[in-house]
Structures are given as structure tokens and as C-alpha cells.
């Protein structure tokens, strides 16, 4: 799977090799001396002489080595997200904002940082990111995914961001592109929980068993258990 999610991991896109690509890929610069912004691009802040000279040689060292700009963006974009696997999210940061330098339009520059923003706790930024992301490319069901769960995260909280009807008609958006996504329906059982319609809940926990298996919140099995038995009889 490609982006590694809120929580869920995703593929990675893979780039094919031109006859550019076979030299050693031009190294991203060190990360800069300065605090690390989360926004696309630092934010659209004014850098330094010197931070600005270092991105302008970056962009083109790429346009020297790869055959187009858009297998650069693949490129830095796989090792972006390696960086959000380990949790090294600064690295990863400044890995999406050199993309977005590279490609202003980039759905991977938004939807990482709108991922690493959910992870530092800002919801708010995270969703105006992933937001972003889906109106470049509508079709990124697992981004829209990541968008609900941000909005689930605000309505747990307590916060202004979310509510259960927001992400019930995202998830359900997500799901008419990939019937499939078993994280989707299974954030969609949690909504179902909340509204307490546990019958309903205990549907979508049984698509999400079919979809895979792996994904199911057995934790979430028991506690939606305790409101309602299984009506399979499968979930003790």
C-alpha cells in the first residue's frame, strides 16, 4: 500500500526507470536551520537567500537527473513517506515541501502533510491539508478515508471540526469509489456505535471482516458487543 496513514499503511507508488534515472538520484539538501513548517511549501513563507538558493539548486538537480519532474515527485514521494513509517515526521516534512516545490499540485505534498499534521495533533491543519489534497484529485478514496478520521478524531474530542454526519457521508464517498477498504467501513461501524444504531454498527463490523479480516478493531468488537450480540453469533 502507498501513504502510510493516520493509521493505515498504504502502497507506495513505484516510478519506472529512464535512462536518466539510472545515475545516482540528486540527494534532498540537509534539513535547514530553521523551524519546521508544516503548511505546503513552509507555508508560502519568504526563506532565506539562502534556504531559497538551496531549494532552487534542488529543483534543478532534479530536472538534470529524472526524465520529467512528475518521476521526481514519485521519487522523493516514496522516501517521504519511509519517513512517516518511522516516525521521523521533520524529515518527512521537509521531504513534502521539497515536492511541493517540485510540483505545486502535488496530491502526495498535501496528503503528507495533512497525515504528519494529524499525528502532531492539529486537526484543524490536517484537515484544510487533506482537503486540499481531494480537490486536486476527487478520486483518492484512501485520502478521503484519512479525511474522515481526522473529522472522527474532532468528534471524539469533543472539538468544532467534525461531526458524525461529516464523516459518515465521506466514508460513504470512499466507499462508493473502493467497496473494498476495510478501514472505511470499519470507521463507518464506529459512527454507526456513536449514533447507537448497533445493529447497523454490527453490519459495516462484518463488511469491514469481509473486506480483511486484518483490519478489524477487535477492541471495538468487544465494546460494541457489550451494547448488542453479535446477530452472526461469529463475535463472542
Given at each position: ?98 515536492i511541493s516545490a517540485l510540483d505545486p499540485n502535488s496530491v502526495d505534498a498535501f496528503w503528507g502533510l495533512g497525515v504528519i499534521s494529524f499525528q502532531r495533533g492539529d486537526n484543524d491543519l ?84 469481509m473486506a480483511d479480516i486484518l483490519q478489524l478493531d477487535l477492541n471495538f468488537g468487544s465494546l460494541l458487543a457489550a451494547k448488542m450480540p453479535d446477530p452472526k453469533g461469529i463475535f463472542k
Amino acid at each position: 500500500m502507498k501513504r502510510v496513514l493516520l493509521l493505515c499503511l498504504i502502497s507506495f507508488m513505484g516510478y519506472s526507470q529512464t535512462k536518466k534515472e539510472t545515475a545516482a538520484a540528486p540527494q534532498a539538501p540537509a534539513t535547514p536551520v530553521r523551524e519546521a513548517k508544516y503548511e505546503v511549501l513552509y507555508g508560502s513563507k519568504p526563506l532565506s537567500k539562502a534556504d531559497q538558493k538551496e531549494l532552487n539548486e534542488f529543483v534543478a538537480s532534479c530536472d538534470a537527473s529524472f526524465g520529467s519532474r512528475a518521476e521526481a515527485v514519485a521519487f522523493f514521494a516514496e522516501r517521504a513517506w519511509e519517513y512517516v513509517a518511522t516516525a521521523r515526521l521533520d524529515t518527512a516534512t521537509q521531504r513534502f515541501n521539497l515536492i511541493s516545490a517540485l510540483d505545486p499540485n502535488s496530491v502526495d505534498a498535501f496528503w503528507g502533510l495533512g497525515v504528519i499534521s494529524f499525528q502532531r495533533g492539529d486537526n484543524d491543519l490536517a484537515i484544510r491539508l487533506l482537503n486540499k489534497g481531494l480537490e486536486i484529485d476527487s478520486t483518492q478514496s484512501m485520502m478521503r478515508v484519512d479525511y474522515a478520521i481526522v473529522k472522527l478524531d474532532c468528534y471524539q474530542k469533543g472539538m468544532d471540526c467534525g461531526t458524525l454526519d461529516e464523516v459518515e457521508t465521506e466514508l460513504k464517498h470512499a466507499l462508493a469509489q473502493d467497496p473494498k477498504n476495510a478501514n472505511a467501513w470499519m470507521k463507518r461501524c464506529q459512527v454507526a456505535y456513536y449514533k447507537e444504531n448497533y445493529e447497523l454498527a454490527w453490519t459495516y463490523f462484518h463488511e469491514a471482516r469481509m473486506a480483511d479480516i486484518l483490519q478489524l478493531d477487535l477492541n471495538f468488537g468487544s465494546l460494541l458487543a457489550a451494547k448488542m450480540p453479535d446477530p452472526k453469533g461469529i463475535f463472542k
